[in-house]
């Protein structure tokens, strides 16, 4: 049976959502951890595929204890070189556990809806068909992402941009064979979207946030090939603990 996979939350009611129900359908229990709740992290992920820190409202600039409590512990996974995934407030956690930093837009400008991004030459590589194969759309990354974030990282020295973008230069990032942060919500279902434009209404009239109809507007248009991308890339970033560091 293949292992769990560590699932790191940051509300009492936040959901891995697409995520989740993809490493399901592969054979993955969920061990679902809320340190913001008390909920201890293990010392080891010996019994673990991999680990995923999604977002929420925190800071990683935050002072909790549990905030700092998870930005050192993300040195088990990359320690151990184990599969690590940093999405949004995850991926600032990696950064700032690389040393980089993280802060708001200079301008104050945000991104709330669905912005375009530049994969890199290194990201098409990642998911690239072996030779002679005719190449899909699932091994294309999107062009354009789901965000919902007013704070920006910075790239680490010895990360690979992978994927760029126009207000946050900084998208996506892999540091080592293993440990990947994305400052977007690929996770993101139709039920969770209503939630967030509902639940976060104030922040849709922050500067440069979309107006909560283009999300699902957008999302016609952009989500399925969001889905695709996702459904190949969690099957190379569940196979990249296999491999040997150079």
């Not at 959502?17 to 913001?36: A, F, K, N, Q």
């Not at 909790?64 to 050192?72: G, L, R, S, T």
């Not at 294309?140 to 992978?162: I, K, N």
Request: charged share 20%; with cysteine.
């Amino acid at each position: 049976m293949p292992l769990p996979v560590l699932i790191v939350l940051h509300q009492e009611h936040s959901s891995p959502g697409r995520v989740g129900r993809l490493l399901v359908e592969r054979g993955h229990t969920l061990d679902i951890r809320r340190p913001c709740l008390g909920e201890a992290l293990p010392d080891t992920l010996g019994a673990h595929a991999g680990a995923v820190i999604f977002g929420g409202p925190q800071s990683a600039n935050d002072v909790h204890d549990y905030v700092k409590a998870e930005i050192d512990w993300i040195g088990v996974p990359l320690a151990e070189t184990k599969p690590f995934l940093g999405i949004c407030l995850g991926a600032q956690m990696l950064a700032r556990t690389l040393g980089a930093r993280v802060a708001p837009h200079p301008e104050g400008l945000v991104e709330i809806g669905y912005y375009p991004i530049r994969a890199t030459g290194a990201a098409e590589a990642l998911l690239a068909p072996p030779p002679g194969a005719e190449a899909d759309l699932c091994e294309l990354w999107p062009d354009h992402v789901y965000h919902w974030h007013r704070e920006g990282f910075e790239l680490a020295e010895g990360a690979e941009l992978l994927a760029a973008g126009e207000t946050f230069p900084n998208q996506a990032f892999r540091y080592g064979p293993a440990a990947y942060g994305i400052q977007f919500h690929p996770e993101v279902t139709h039920q969770m979207m209503c939630r967030w434009t509902v639940r976060g209404s104030e922040r849709l009239s922050l500067p440069g946030a979309r107006p909560s109809r283009a999300h699902f507007l957008d999302r016609l248009q952009h989500d399925g090939r969001i889905r695709l991308w996702l459904d190949a890339f969690l099957d190379h970033w569940l196979a990249s603990g296999r491999v040997s560091p150079a």
